[in-house]
């Protein structure tokens, strides 16, 4: 197609860029400096509100994310985990979040031990005649054993199974119009609530059948209710409104309800009479306008249940029964929580031969109750407006509003109380609130636990500075006595915000010896790690210069004896701290960097966690890359030596190690006193690393700014060996979607693009040819079959650029600023440098243009052609070959995209100007 004589057009660099660039004018100010006022030409902003755009460069700290402080000591709840503001305003939605709760607190266990009030639920089975009590024990000795002597033991997923039968065959008979069905099996339900013998069981038990109550519940009101609406034979007779009277209400339906509570006051035991009743409260407004005053009767029958797991159960069923009734009279639940002092004292000093296993499950039992206190105490602060009133019910205030705090309480009712007062409370009665957890000191909760809970309820509003004082060296004092690291640890970990925010540095120093020095006698358990990790996290969130947490002597001394994740978490936290300020230069701190980093390295769960998301090996990487050691480059490359030692699975790193490497070689380069060798023990240590870098896109792109580099030191032959590196790395299958197309294929292509305009810098091969390099790429091409032709085209185009620009005269750029020595200078001038350079260009046109005709889509065709087009018009001196290839690219460019497309019109203007009018439209 080409002659042999094809020239390739001169050009002059310096001049054309001095015809294209801009006039320029030096400003007064940074563009994006913030002045006084807004300069001439500038346009100022005005904010109107509009959200849709968000300028990074103005946003304000105000809108910043949540930082970790702000996220630092809030209190899990214990019990119901209800804190949705959500929930608080739907009761019903509130309790089926707490019930749900309620059952992964407590799961049901794998096997379940009835006992002979269960017929209900092992239908058929043959009785064991043991006592209950004793029969759980024997399970939990040998439960194999036991069931193969005939106990009735079922597993856990039957027992909730059958459950849910019974509940569906009471809706079933209900609607067959078996009512006095439905209303047995509901008592035979609610008598299984008077078995406690299985106790972690017994949680699910109470949440399955109070479903069962309320469904009976809900479908009596709805019978009651269809009767004072509608006469016998079905015509309406009024529509209740929803605050109706015991007066609307017609005789036949006040009968049938008066039917129904006859029927379960008949009910011989006290538990399932009082559930049942529970679950019908509502309808007594059929009979009454003050149907409250039946409950607080109910509230005095529970009383009389002598079990206390199953009596605290009840008044929890109590108290969500009451809700339903909307009334702010929240005197039957201070009455409950009253009775629940004596039911918990009952339980701390029960005795063997009172009650066995009582004192054999007393710490399950209190945690099976403290749900239901957790509940009840809620239901009573949700619409307070007299919180002294409360108190002075529950015997803790006064008629001043203040707290008493010379007479004791259940330490368990404490906790949740000082967990539902209000904050503006707690903050002004801290010191009362103390003098009660001194002396509430029982077995029913951990007095430390309280101490934390005031902690952490005190962070949620400021207090006075006297108060904050007062309250702080009781704590000290509190803490002192604590011998058990875990207390300590508890105990700080809520007050260390205040510690911190009110400047107490010796206290903090205080507590942090306190820790060191109980964490060195017994070591460090599991469970306290997580609230040191917190404690240390507070510590390190609040301090801006790493070097005044390294000047805690305690603090060294408890990371040291960490260990597992927390240490990892803590660790993070420490190198986010010390990243945080830029440029790390101290060589102290390095050093301890550098052992966090290891630290945090050598951990198990660092090493499974995946690269992709591992916020650990992130961090590591921006420390390497942030240690500054100035002009000790010597020190700063041996620094990276360690580096790449010491954490050689994290696959990121090893790119920081290469640019950093490189950086130094030209650090050294701008230092002209350094000697070549260390810029060569720059380049080496970048050419061990990279074979081991396993990103395709990336290696090429570190093959290539090492070359380069390596030119700006004058190394060619490190330079060409770089170059066949990255050339090989390219023939390297990436990995491939299901097209076989690599999942960076812009990015390769972008890659490869770059190491062309590289190759104007590199000196020709005496040996292999000055078109070496763009021989190799070009078979290479041809031998990728995943390549697409829109690909293709742009190589075989920049291959064309490139052997233009070394056919000049003078090169548009030179490496080490001309000091090596180009190709312009070797080769110009030379015939066979030329007939090389256009045999190569014969070549690639021929390849360009086949490629052109393979792409399968018109449109993308047309504009691979037009670029071509545009790409060898500018490269090549008028000819009769250049201008009919040029002229067929523009045919192919009108076939395809129109006559008037605007790409193919600036196209024709383009090689009017510079080739035969022959070409022209």
């Known amino acids: 197609m080409l002659s042999n004589s094809m020239e390739f057009r001169p050009r002059n660099y310096t001049a054309e860029k001095q015809a294209h660039a801009l006039p320029r004018s030096r400003a007064d100010g940074h563009p994006l400096s913030a002045p006084s006022s807004p300069p001439r030409h500038q346009v100022e902003v005005v904010d109107d509100g509009d959200t849709d755009y968000l300028d990074p460069l103005r946003r304000s700290d105000n809108n910043a994310a949540v930082s970790i402080e702000d996220l630092e000591g809030i209190e899990d709840s214990s019990a119901s985990g209800l804190s949705s503001e959500a929930s608080i305003q739907n009761p019903s939605k509130e309790w089926v979040s707490f019930k749900r709760s309620l059952m992964q607190r407590f799961p049901v266990s794998k096997t379940v031990l009835t006992s002979s009030m269960s017929d209900v639920i092992v239908k058929g089975r043959k009785t064991f005649d043991k006592s209950s009590t004793n029969m759980h024990l024997e399970e939990l000795e040998d439960p194999e054993k036991f069931a193969e002597e005939g106990g009735k033991v079922i597993t856990g997923q039957e027992y909730v199974s059958r459950l849910h039968e019974l509940k569906a065959e009471i809706n079933h008979t209900w609607h067959a119009d078996d009512r006095v069905t439905s209303l047995k099996l509901s008592i035979k339900v609610a008598?299984?609530?008077?078995?406690?013998?299985?106790?972690?069981?017994?949680?699910?038990?109470?949440?399955?059948?109070?479903?069962?109550?309320?469904?009976?519940?809900?479908?009596?009101?709805?019978?009651?209710?269809?009767?004072?609406?509608?006469?016998?034979d079905g015509t309406k007779l009024c529509l209740l409104p929803e605050n109706f009277m015991a007066s609307d209400i017609c005789s036949d339906?006040?009968?049938?309800?008066?039917?129904?509570?006859?029927?379960?006051?008949?009910?011989?035991?006290?538990?399932?009479?009082?559930?049942?009743?529970?679950?019908?409260?509502?309808?007594?407004?059929?009979?009454?306008?003050?149907?409250?005053?039946?409950?607080?009767?109910?509230?005095?029958?529970?009383?009389?249940?002598?079990?206390?797991?199953?009596?605290?159960?009840?008044?929890?069923?109590?108290?969500?029964?009451?809700?339903?009734?909307?009334?702010?009279?929240?005197?039957?639940?201070?009455?409950?929580?009253?009775?629940?002092?004596?039911?918990?004292?009952?339980?701390?000093?029960?005795?063997e031969t009172f009650h066995r296993k009582l004192t054999e499950n007393k710490r399950l039992l209190i945690s099976l109750m403290e749900p239901t206190i957790d509940y009840i105490m809620k239901c009573i602060f949700k619409n307070v407006s007299e919180v002294n009133d409360v108190l002075v019910e529950l015997g803790l205030g006064s008629n001043q509003v203040e707290l008493r705090g010379r007479f004791p309480c259940a330490s368990i009712i404490l906790h949740h109380l000082v967990k539902q007062l209000p904050s503006q409370v707690v903050s002004s009665s801290?010191?009362?609130?103390?003098?009660?957890?001194?002396?509430?000191?029982?077995?029913?909760?951990?007095?430390?636990?309280?101490?934390?809970?005031?902690g952490f309820r005190l962070c949620e509003r400021k207090s006075e500075m006297g108060t904050v004082n007062a309250v702080v060296d009781k704590i000290i004092q509190v803490i002192t006595q604590y011998e058990g690291l875990d207390e300590y640890l508890k105990v700080v970990d809520a007050y260390v915000d205040i510690f911190l925010q009110n400047h107490m540095d010796d206290h903090l120093n205080s507590i942090l010896e306190g820790i060191s020095n109980r964490a060195c006698s017994q070591g460090i358990a599991e469970d306290e790690l997580t609230t040191l990790q917190s404690i240390l996290v507070k510590l390190l969130s609040y301090y801006e210069d790493l070097q005044d947490v390294i000047a805690m002597t305690p603090f060294l001394?408890?990371?040291?004896?960490?260990?597992?994740?927390?240490?990892?978490?803590?660790?993070?936290?420490?190198?986010?701290?010390?990243?945080?300020?830029?440029?790390?230069?101290?060589?102290?701190?390095?050093?301890?960097?550098?052992?966090?980093?290891?630290?945090?390295?050598?951990?198990?769960?660092?090493?499974?966690?995946?690269?992709?998301?591992?916020?650990?090996?992130?961090?590591?990487?921006?420390?390497?890359?942030?240690?500054?050691?100035?002009?000790?480059?010597?020190?700063?490359?041996?620094?990276?030596?360690?580096c790449r030692a010491a954490f050689g699975s994290i696959h990121w790193l090893k790119e920081t190690l290469v640019h950093s490497s490189n950086c130094l070689a030209i650090k050294a380069l701008k230092d002209g006193s350094r000697h070549i060798s260390f810029i060569k023990s720059c380049i080496a240590f970048s050419e061990v690393t990279l074979?081991?870098?396993?990103?395709?896109?990336?290696?090429?792109?570190?093959?290539?700014?090492?070359?380069?580099?390596?030119?700006?030191?004058?190394?060619?032959?490190?330079?060409?060996?770089?170059?066949?590196?990255?050339?090989?790395?390219?023939?390297?299958?990436?990995?491939?979607?299901?097209?076989?197309?690599?999942?960076?294929?812009?990015?390769?292509?972008?890659?490869?693009?770059?190491?062309?305009?590289?190759?104007?810098?590199?000196?020709?091969?005496?040996?292999?040819?000055?078109?070496?390099?763009?021989?190799?790429?070009?078979?290479?091409?041809?031998?990728?079959?995943?390549?697409?032709?829109?690909?293709?085209?742009?190589?075989?185009c920049a291959v064309v650029s490139l052997l233009a620009a070394l056919s000049q005269r003078d090169l548009p750029y030179h490496a080490d600023k001309g000091k090596l020595l180009g190709n312009d200078i070797l080769f110009f001038g030379h015939s066979?440098?030329?007939?090389?350079l256009a045999l190569m260009c014969k070549f690639v046109l021929q390849n360009l243009v086949d490629t052109i005709q393979q792409e399968p889509s018109k449109a993308a065709r047309g504009s691979m052609a037009l670029e071509a087009c545009n790409c060898i018009a500018s490269s090549f001196i008028p000819s009769q070959e250049i201008s009919s290839i040029c002229a067929n690219l523009i045919e192919t460019g009108k076939s395809c995209m129109g006559t008037s497309h605007p790409y193919l019109l600036s196209t024709i203007k383009f090689t009017d100007q510079l080739l035969l009018p022959s070409i022209a439209v």
């Open 191 to 232: 008598k299984l609530l008077m078995d406690t013998s299985i106790l972690q069981c017994y949680p699910t038990l109470f949440v399955l059948a109070t479903d069962i109550m309320d469904m009976l519940g809900d479908m009596v009101w709805e019978r009651i209710k269809l009767k004072a609406e509608l006469a016998e």
């Open 253 to 351: 339906a006040k009968e049938t309800c008066n039917n129904w509570f006859s029927k379960i006051g008949a009910i011989r035991e006290l538990l399932p009479r009082i559930y049942l009743e529970l679950a019908l409260l509502p309808c007594w407004r059929f009979l009454h306008d003050r149907p409250l005053d039946c409950l607080q009767r109910l509230v005095m029958m529970t009383r009389g249940l002598a079990d206390p797991l199953a009596s605290a159960y009840c008044r929890l069923y109590m108290a969500h029964c009451f809700r339903k009734l909307h009334s702010h009279d929240i005197g039957c639940l201070l009455t409950c929580v009253n009775d629940f002092k004596i039911l918990l004292m009952r339980v701390i000093s029960a005795k």
């Open 430 to 454: 801290a010191m009362e609130i103390i003098q009660l957890i001194d002396s509430s000191n029982d077995d029913s909760y951990d007095q430390c636990l309280n101490y934390r809970l005031l």
């Open 557 to 642: 001394k408890i990371l040291d004896l960490m260990h597992g994740s927390s240490q990892s978490i803590v660790n993070m936290q420490i190198l986010d701290m010390g990243i945080r300020n830029g440029y790390i230069r101290d060589r102290t701190t390095i050093q301890f960097l550098f052992e966090i980093s290891q630290a945090l390295h050598d951990d198990e769960i660092f090493v499974n966690v995946k690269d992709d998301s591992n916020q650990a090996a992130r961090l590591i990487s921006s420390f390497v890359s942030l240690v500054d050691y100035g002009g000790e480059l010597e020190s700063h490359l041996t620094f990276l030596v360690e």
């Open 691 to 796: 074979p081991s870098i396993s990103a395709q896109t990336k290696q090429l792109n570190l093959y290539l700014e090492t070359a380069e580099v390596a030119l700006l030191g004058g190394l060619v032959s490190h330079s060409d060996g770089l170059i066949d590196s990255a050339i090989n790395s390219l023939q390297i299958s990436e990995v491939m979607d299901g097209s076989r197309t690599p999942t960076d294929a812009d990015g390769i292509l972008s890659s490869i693009l770059k190491l062309f305009s590289l190759l104007v810098m590199v000196p020709g091969n005496p040996e292999h040819g000055v078109t070496f390099y763009p021989k190799n790429l070009v078979s290479l091409v041809n031998s990728q079959p995943w390549m697409p032709p829109r690909m293709r085209v742009k190589i075989f």
């Open 832 to 836: 066979l440098y030329l007939s090389e």
